[in-house]
T-cell receptor
Framework: ETGVTQSPTHLIKTRGQQVTLRCSSQ?????VSWYQQALGQGPQFIFQYYREEENGRGNFPPRFSGLQFPNYSSELNVNALELDDSALYLC????????????FGQGTRLTVV | GENVEQHPSTLSVQEGDSAVIKCTYSDSASNYFPWYKQELGKGPQLIIDIRSNVGEKKDQRIAVTLNKTAKHFSLHITETQPEDSAVYFC????????????FGAGTQVVVTP
């Protein structure tokens, strides 16, 4: 167990809708990174939050947005869902600093129909 | 940006044999290289990592080697067991990109009894 929890575990949405995914970070960690993992592929970095500020972003459009709260938990929001957004969304919790370990939650499986 | 290549994409081994997975990276600034194991329906689990100031690290049946000059690192699993069957991912990040991992495409390891 990593202590990183994500909710919900599964979600089905219709194209064009909006979705919010949640992540609770491991105790003592102040950084949350979000990844998208398409079937059969490695995770792709979406963005990272540190002390409630976005701290880097991957190659994802602005309709992917996020928040981090004072307790370091985080949300990922996706607007105007597209079929290609169907994937496993993972959050990783870590403590700021180079070479520090990151621990993943179990993921949220999003299906867009 | 960083690019991580991982080989092979699938690996079938007999129980008790060794398994080796290799990754190469492109960014010489990368200095932290974790390996994750992902079982079906679960999030990636950190199994071992290595930092650029060492060349090898072992943890029981698992070892990782790093060649900074050649920009490649490898995962070695000895005395494989059926529970080692999973998808393994290598990843890389640097001081300026800590926690923002570039992942390899993954290796499906199947250990047959």
């Amino acid at each position: 167990e990593t202590g990183v929890t994500q909710s919900p575990t599964h979600l089905i949405k219709t194209r064009g809708q909006q979705v919010t995914l949640r992540c609770s970070s491991q105790s003592g960690h102040n950084t949350v990174s979000w990844y998208q993992q398409a079937l059969g592929q490695g995770p792709q970095f979406i963005f990272q939050y540190y002390r409630e500020e976005e701290n880097g972003r991957g190659n994802f459009p602005p309709r992917f947005s996020g928040l981090q709260f004072p307790n370091y938990s985080s949300e990922l929001n996706v607007n105007a869902l597209e079929l290609d957004d169907s994937a496993l969304y993972l959050c990783a919790s870590s403590f700021k600093g180079p070479g520090t370990e990151a621990f993943f939650g179990q993921g949220t499986r999003l299906t867009v129909v | 940006g960083e690019n991580v290549e991982q080989h092979p994409s699938t690996l079938s081994v007999q129980e008790g044999d060794s398994a080796v997975i290799k990754c190469t990276y492109s960014d010489s600034a990368s200095n932290y290289f974790p390996w994750y194991k992902q079982e079906l329906g679960k999030g990636p689990q950190l199994i071992i990592d290595i930092r650029s100031n060492v060349g090898e690290k072992k943890d029981q049946r698992i070892a990782v080697t790093l060649n900074k000059t050649a920009k490649h690192f490898s995962l070695h699993i000895t005395e494989t067991q059926p529970e080692d069957s999973a998808v393994y991912f290598c990843a890389a990040s640097g001081t300026d990109s800590w926690g923002k991992f570039q992942f390899g495409a993954g290796t499906q390891v199947v250990v047959t009894p």
